[in-house]
């Protein structure tokens, strides 16, 4: 990049509340998206249950691919301190949650071997969202200089490339997230240099909150439809190789549109920071770690929630309006009592060579 291709940016350090306030949506519509997939709500009898359920599922990859626009579009760069913090993070509730399952007897085969493979948070982690988003995070040296370097021509020319690859050739010939095309951890960096672009080089357009809620809305309302007509019609889809839900994944095309667009909305907001909202932000990948962990889903929606049942009754849209927001806060809860009693003291202990190590790598 040369001085007159683009301004030097430095990575945004104070706080925005209408960031946080979207870490939180993010976190609530991947909850919502669970409540309809592991709680096999979408299977639902009721045709208006079903629809409602579709939505909420169709919204999940959407609150994913956002959730990591907002770390590029703070340009963040590496810090040690993070990425222990999320490997700490991540090792505990693997571990911890394997254990409280085959101590209070909640599952039965909960062996030593899965309890040895809960340790190994990255090689063998129950969560594949950590797995890419801390090697994405530990690779930030490389890739938050590179990207900050960039001028808006080159800028736009990678994601071109990229979006071309990993985006619109994967959607026009149904090729499912798993082939050997695509990379979840590949995709991860696009949109961290997507991100950045937004950041980077705002136009009218960008800014315009109420197009962003129009296409928002439609890409949503296109995803939801597809899947349920896909349903219906799973045979043109097999033909292909693919499932009727397929416009829900995160790299299709109608998938990139909505999240971009409910990225720029909530990035033009004026919302004003708070301590609760700072609170309840920062917890937000905690609430993850909890209700998402692998041995805990099916006691969670089939168990405990019983979704299957509430899904055949016609209240059903009101337990979809408070199931999420109630396991948020309740997860919440229990991180901020996990953070403040184990994980402060103990990154005070680890702040020296955590620090050491960012002096080595900006060197």
């Not at 930030?140 to 619109?168: E, F, I, S, T």
């Not at 299709?252 to 932000?281: E, G, K």
């Not at 770690?289 to 049942?309: G, K, N």
Request: glycine content about 4%; proline content about 5%; some cysteine.
């Amino acid at each position: 990049m040369t001085a007159l291709a683009a301004p030097a940016l430095s990575p945004v350090k104070k706080r925005e509340g209408n960031i946080e306030l979207l870490r939180i949506v993010c976190m609530l519509m991947i909850i919502a998206h669970h409540l309809a997939y592991h709680g096999v709500a979408m299977h639902a009898p009721l045709r208006t249950n079903k629809v409602l359920a579709t939505v909420l599922f169709s919204g999940g990859m959407t609150g994913v691919n956002s959730f990591v626009l907002i770390t590029g579009y703070f340009l963040a760069p590496f810090r040690a301190k993070r990425l222990v913090s999320i490997l700490l993070q991540t090792l505990f509730y693997s571990v911890g949650l394997t254990l409280l399952c085959r101590w209070t007897g909640w599952r039965q085969d909960v062996t030593d071997d899965a309890v040895l493979r809960s340790a190994f948070v990255l090689a063998r982690s129950p969560y594949w969202f950590v797995t890419m988003y801390a090697a994405m995070t530990a690779l930030l040296p490389l890739l938050q200089p590179a990207v900050q370097r960039l001028g808006k021509r080159a800028h736009a020319w990678v994601l071109a490339v990229a979006a071309l690859y990993l985006c619109v050739i994967p959607t026009l010939t149904f090729q499912d997230p798993a082939s050997p095309y695509f990379h979840q951890l590949i995709w991860f960096f696009f949109l961290y240099v997507l991100g950045a672009f937004f950041r980077k080089y705002p136009s009218r357009v960008t800014r315009c909150i109420p197009l962003h809620a129009a296409v928002f809305a439609l890409s949503l309302a296109f995803i939801a439809l597809s899947c349920l007509w896909g349903e219906e019609h799973a045979e043109l889809f097999q033909r292909v190789g693919s499932r009727h839900n397929f416009f829900a994944d995160k790299n299709t095309i109608p998938q990139l549109i909505c999240s971009c667009a409910l990225f720029l909305f909530f990035a033009n907001l004026r919302v004003s920071s708070s301590a609760l909202l700072t609170v309840l932000s920062g917890a937000s990948f905690g609430v993850y770690l909890i209700h998402d962990h692998s041995l805990m889903r099916d006691m969670i929606w089939r168990t405990w929630l019983q979704i299957w049942t509430l899904c055949q009754r016609g209240t059903f849209w009101l337990w979809a309006l408070l199931i999420p927001p109630g396991i948020y806060l309740a997860c919440a809860l229990a991180d901020c009592l996990r953070k403040y009693v184990l994980e402060t003291p103990l990154m005070k202990l680890l702040s020296p060579a955590c620090q050491w190590l960012d002096e080595k790598l900006s060197a």
